[in-house]
């Protein structure tokens, strides 16, 4: 429910919430919700004015204030956190059925111009050919959920976006058995995702939060807080991108004899920009882990989570080179063999500054001295700028046949193959590797300590969340972090960087160094018969197998059974009594 749906005209009291109060049991079963911790408990008490303790129940039907917290299942406002006495505002009343909310007044407006041109010309120099095209948009989204956005009107931002196409192509006819064909484009794809503008300009410290840096002040306004249903505030989550991609590829053909001789080669270099800004001001969620309500736990000021993040600037690159050699050999005029090798230089994303990481277990990192043991860095002792080796050796042969058997007659396989032109089978099988894709890089931005993001251990406070609700444990502020400098490596390690700022580090997306370039083996076969003029049988066999394919794994796997083991209060007291002995 929205929250005009349940609050009380003119009182300031919150009703409706009898079901609320309520969470599953062990058995199944619905009990009451109770109060989480003793520093909740005293803080409930101050603003209610009369003793809440630790353990006790929010509400049960027919309490009072001697053996619950909200007799009659209402919250009064005396006891509502200052945050989101200033963020209802921005909630809006139901309007429909069932207390919902429904609205079509607000427009997603997109505005797309494109344009292309095309210059052909045929010159001593060949057939040369021009082509280029531009997209531009924009599109202003009232409802930006697709970057973490609200799902309620007033918070609107905006998506913008420019994509550029060069091609040039150069076709030559070296000679009547001859032909060159040469290739250059040059793809830039830049947007602007998700750029704030509804919400924006209303401070932090205006909204009730006591302990929040905002990180990104051009875009500081109506925080995030994510509902069970709905999200409100301005958009956390704007992604700046650049892709450049340039290729170069020139193919040459021969006709010699009865062979048909082709020799390539291919080259492009590809970068990803990107800027984000994720949360840098901070989000809240709230599931309802306090009181079982996630209204009620945001009226209270009991959030489940809160998250913020320190990033900076990420440049991904990645070179590929490619060579191949292919005959298409006609033996006769029955039976054509293709065969060929390609060769690929693939190799894995790496970052412009090396701003990268992987885990190498008990490994102590050159380039971050004081980095924990295992995390290591491009150019620390057995670790290339691209993490894992290029594939440098990766060859991929490649052979395929056509053949149509010409047996005639009253034959067994004059009759089984249907005369001259009536049959034909081929087979084909090949090696093909993989390019490595960039979200294998993607993943890695934002490691410590080149970002980090904080996320609350345990459900805290709203107005200041880096203080623990139940217990009051004040963790301590942690923003802004000081972030590494660019450029570290062995040859320039970085020994002033404090990486307790970055602990507990709970998680560590890397590549693996000892990772390989995936490929494929692909086969066919294939035959075909026909039957009269206008009837052809075809019966195929495809397959192919992956090696070295790209998965996810993890580096510090549980112990189901030791998990299971000590999930048992029993076990647990065995261990105390055995240690006392």
Known sequence: KIAGAILRGGHGNLSDLSNAFLTTGANGTTVPTTVSGSSFAAMLSQKLGYTVTAGEDYFTPGCTTATCVFPNAVIPQRAWSAPAKNLLQYLPSPNAANNTFSTSAFDQTLRDDKAAYRLDANTRGGLL????????????NPYPIAQGGANVPGFNALYLGRAQLLSLGDTKTVSSTAVNEFHFSFLRNAVDLGKPIGGVGVTLASQGFTNIVPLSPQTEGVESVAFNSFT?????????????????????????????????????????????????????????????SDFADFLLGAPSQY??????????RNKYVGLYAQDSWRLNRDLTFNYGLRWDRIEPWYEKYNQIATFIPGEQSAVFPHAPPGIVYPTDPGVSRTLAPPGNRDFAPRIGLAYSPRSSGDSFFG??????????????YGIFYTAIEALSIGVMSANAPYGSTYTSPAPPLFADPFVTAASGQNLGQV??????????SAANPDTSTDFSQFEPITGLPNYLTTNHIPYTEEYM???????????????????????????LEEANPGNPSLCLFLSNPANLARRELALGR
């Open 525 to 551: 076969l294939s035959l075909e018969r026909g039957f009269g003029a206008d009837t052809v049988l075809s019966v195929n066999y495809v397959g192919n197998q992956g090696h070295r394919l790209l998965v």
């Open 479 to 488: 923003f802004p972090l000081k972030l590494a400098p660019l450029n570290s």
């Open 129 to 140: 050919s021009a082509y280029f095209f531009i997209d531009d948009w924009s599109q202003n």
């Open 232 to 292: 409100i505030g301005t958009n956390t989550n704007e992604l700046k991108q650049v892709g450049n991609t340039w290729q170069w590829l020139d193919n040459f053909s021969k006709v010699l004899g009865r062979h048909t001789l082709k020799f390539g080669a291919e080259f492009h270099y590809d970068q990803v920009n990107v800027n984000p800004t994720a949360q840098f001001n901070g989000s809240f969620l709230f599931f309802g882990t306090e009181t079982g």
């Open 415 to 428: 009759k089984l193959l249907g005369g001259p032109g009536k049959t034909s089978i081929r087979a084909t």
């Open 307 to 316: 998250n913020q993040s320190q990033l900076q600037a990420f440049y991904g």
